[in-house]
């Protein structure tokens, strides 16, 4: 095996490493004898670096990809190498994640495009042999050194584009989960004012008749976590079509497919009456509450005019204020799980989940909250109050007026949303008066999430009009 530091003399390391340091505002610790001194990376016995890279600002919002080149690789330490690109931006990569990312036929499956190399048998102190860049074909060659197994060396090529896509989820500061989905519409925050204007709403036809409608609705409904469709029929079961637009419908213990209807004799559930609901998430007692609820209006007459309106809060928006102004209270509601239970029939359900989840980095990724269902608090005696704080003060920015949106679901409208983002509610209506009828259904957020991604793949966000470019939306992150 050829070590790294005889690919390149000390001195064209050293100049190497000044430049990329210069370009990216790095900083570079010899780890080996004196720190700092740039004549001494490189020195011949030396082959540990400490890197320090600047602090990126990460971002959320994907950029049609557009053709990029790498421009230089450079050795950065036993671990891993530095990729420059033509637009000026660098990622590190390190060599285990770039084997074990290896492309050929013999690591991946050409059909199933699953993986047949065994990862966790790749030596854990391995280092490319030699590495260089394929002008041509506008990627990063790699030879492996022989493995003690087949006695071969081992070939690897990567696109250039893949590696740029790649890169700064492997040299980030934190792992984005939130990243991983490769859906590239930009997620808007939204209050009354901002919702009224650009609220998604499509025609039924449209969402059942074409892919480019159907990608509207998704977009939008990603977008806002909220979209409204208008016109179906007034059928029953039209909710289960309209979810199978996206993929296939979740049961739930409620069944496939619920009917939302005052039962004035034996509701078994607050939502089985004419009671107003207050603003919340479904199904938080369950391990995994569904991403996406779809509800169908087949009757609403006979409502005076505050009468049976529904209510929706992008609790997104709330809880991303709640951080602004009263941190201490974001930290209690993103740390200290609740308990949610619910009795159904003879099945008791049971999960602690918090009511504002956060990515390792910080990103808000769900919220579950619901008062009619949360147990009693399992919390440290210091907690207690704090919590109770907290939780008033996120409630009271959701019941403000300025964070609803509120109206009244006509016959035929379908409205769906993010079953984890956006609150929902509704008004209390006399159900000896008015005849309210709604039929839902939940579907998976992963398989919204890849519907909409393979409609975005066939590149139908080209034609796509609906509200997701505005510019007095307040974009995530
Ligand atoms: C529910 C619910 C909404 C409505 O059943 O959980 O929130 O408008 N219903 O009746
Ligand atoms: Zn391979
Ligand atoms: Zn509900």
Known sequence: ?????????????????????????????????????????????????????????????????????????????????????????????????????????????????????????????LMPEVFEINQEDNSLNVTWPASQQSGERHFS??????????????????????????????????????IEKHLPTIEYRDVMGSDEGLFRWLSGLYGYGVALIKNA????????????????????????LFDVVALPQNAEHLAYTGDGLPHHTDLNYKEKSPGVQILHCLHSSGAEPEEGLSLFVDG????????????AAFQVLSSVPV?????????????????????NSGHMEEIHINNRTMGPLHAPLHLVKLFYSAYKSLTNKIREESSELKFQLQQGDVVAFNNRRV????TGYNPRTVHRHLQGCYIEYDEFLSKLQSLENRSLSIHSTTGVSNSDSILYP
């Open 1 to 125: 095996m050829i070590p790294l530091r005889r690919l390149l003399s000390p001195r064209s390391l050293t100049s190497l490493y000044q430049r990329f340091c210069a370009r990216t505002q790095a900083s570079l610790t010899c780890l080996h004898n004196e720190p700092s001194l740039p004549s001494q990376l490189g020195a011949p016995n030396c082959r540990s670096f400490l890197y320090t890279p600047t602090c990126r600002k990460s971002t959320n919002v994907k950029v049609k990809e557009v053709e990029i080149s790498l421009e230089e690789a450079l050795p950065l330490s036993q671990d891993s190498m530095k990729l420059i690109w033509n637009d000026g931006s660098d990622h590190i990569f390190n060599y285990l994640w770039l084997r074990d990312n290896c492309k050929c036929s013999l690591c991946v499956d050409r059909k199933s495009k699953q993986k047949l190399l065994d990862t966790p048998a790749i030596p854990l102190n």
């Open 157 to 194: 090529q990567y696109d250039s584009n893949w590696l740029h896509r790649h890169g700064c989820r492997v040299s980030d500061q934190y792992f984005h989960p939130h990243k991983h989905t490769d859906v590239s519409s930009p997620i808007h925050l939204w209050n009354r004012d901002i």
């Open 233 to 256: 029929p007034v059928e029953e079961e039209t909710v289960l079509s309209v979810g199978q637009r996206i993929s296939y419908v979740k049961e739930t213990n409620y069944g496939v």
């Open 316 to 327: 997104f928006y709330v809880a991303e204020s709640l951080r602004k102004q009263n941190y």
């Open 339 to 359: 308990e949610f239970k619910v009795a159904y029939k003879e099945n008791t359900y049971k999960h602690h989940v918090q009511i504002i989840c956060l990515d």
């Open 423 to 426: 609150l929902h509610g509704r």
